[in-house]
């Protein structure tokens, strides 16, 4: 049951742009999180957003959560061209302990 | 060095086979994970175990088998009843009651 959609599909942008993209879910959460894949590696967790949360740093990243509109959205600024990788939002309804993982936008960042 | 160990990195299976993908993990987790990814997909869970001895079905169970006899091992064997299984294979494991997952290197999984 993937229920995340992620939008754009794919993302391209120059090296010190910043990177928007985007991710809505269809049931009540507890949290949500953000991982990055780089291409044919596994996934690395960036970041975790609480339901009680509006936004939330860490570095470059910025997320933000609207549980009224059921979206989040992850903000990458300054973009490097090692931020090239896929990007996926999981959520946590899935039952305990099991998460969601949404279809991920494919970011490439060029210098 | 602690982490999630996925073996081997590529596999091919001849038809009618049955292969076996190791996972084994350091971080003393008791939540383990096994998701299909498939090209430009997003993942999805084929099967998940909270304690030792015990596993649950994911979304795509069918086809697949595990088993959960050491808490830091979770192999996972694709068998021959499943049709379609070229795709990449991912290991997580993660603390219970944390949320967050930690994932292997993955394995590449071929028809011959």
């Known amino acids: 049951s993937q229920q995340g959609e992620e939008d754009p599909q794919a993302l391209s942008i120059q090296e010190g742009e910043n990177a928007t993209m985007n991710c809505s879910y269809k049931?009540?959460?507890?949290?949500l999180q953000w991982y990055r894949q780089n291409s044919g590696r596994g996934l690395v967790h960036l970041i975790l957003?609480?339901?009680?949360?509006r936004e939330k740093h860490s570095g470059r990243l910025r997320v933000t959560l609207d549980t009224s509109k059921k979206s989040s959205s992850l903000l990458i600024t300054a973009s490097r061209a090692a931020d090239t990788a896929s990007y996926f939002c999981?959520?946590?309804?899935?039952?305990?302990?099991?998460?969601?993982f949404g279809t991920g936008t494919r970011l490439l960042v060029s210098p | 060095d602690g982490g999630i160990t996925q073996s081997p990195k590529y596999l091919f299976r001849k038809e009618g086979q049955n292969v076996t993908l190791s996972c084994e993990q350091n971080?003393?987790?008791?939540?383990m994970y096994w998701y299909r990814q498939d090209p430009g997909q997003g993942l999805r869970l084929i099967y998940y175990?909270?304690?030792?001895?015990?596993?649950q079905k994911g979304d795509i169970a069918e086809g697949y088998s595990v088993s959960r006899e050491k808490k830091e091992s979770f192999p996972l064997t694709v068998t021959s009843a499943q049709k379609n299984p070229t795709a990449f294979y991912l290991c997580?494991?993660?603390?219970?009651?944390?949320?967050?997952?930690?994932f292997g290197a993955g394995t590449r999984l071929s028809v011959l």
């Open positions: 957003i609480r339901s009680n949360e």
């Open positions: 999981a959520t946590d309804n899935g039952g305990f302990q099991k998460l969601v």
């Open positions: 049931t009540s959460i507890n949290n």
């Open positions: 971080l003393n987790h008791d939540a």
């Open positions: 175990s909270q304690i030792v001895n015990d596993f």
């Open positions: 997580a494991s993660a603390v219970l009651a944390k949320n967050i997952q930690y």
